[in-house]
């Protein structure tokens, strides 16, 4: 399985980015997905997360600012970000939780995206 991020770049302050996550391979299905991100100097965190049935949950530093929609049938989960501040640079990085089956059954397993940059600076 793998986890392919696209939609990184420099962006000005205000400004919009979207990125995106596309899992393909041996899938069963997905469950939870979600994007973290790390700045410099800091611990990797959680910005974003949706579960299966569409549920999501956001870090209080970008509600009203970033959704995270998910298209399912593509096995795809999005980061849209509006209204970017500088702090929100950082290497974005998505997660997936992911069905396969072995041969034992089903199990799931935890998968990471390569990490795309996004810098905000005028």
């Known amino acids: 399985v793998q986890l392919v991020e696209s939609g990184g770049g420099l962006v000005q302050p205000g400004g919009s980015l979207r990125l995106s996550c596309a899992a393909s391979g041996s899938i069963v299905r997905v469950n939870g997905m979600s994007w973290y991100r790390q700045a410099p100097g800091k611990e990797r965190e959680l910005v974003a997360a949706?579960?299966?049935?569409?549920?999501?949950n956001l870090a209080d530093s970008v509600k009203g600012r970033f959704t995270i929609p998910r298209d399912s049938a593509k096995n795809t989960v999005y980061l849209q970000m509006n209204s970017l501040k500088p702090e929100d640079t950082a290497v974005y990085y998505c997660?997936?939780?992911?069905?396969?089956?072995?041969?034992?059954?089903?199990?799931?397993?935890?998968?990471w995206g390569q990490g795309t940059q996004v810098t905000v600076s005028s």
């Open positions: 949706i579960t299966s049935g569409g549920s999501t």
């Open positions: 997660n997936a939780q992911v069905v396969e089956a072995t041969a034992v059954g089903e199990a799931t397993f935890s998968y």
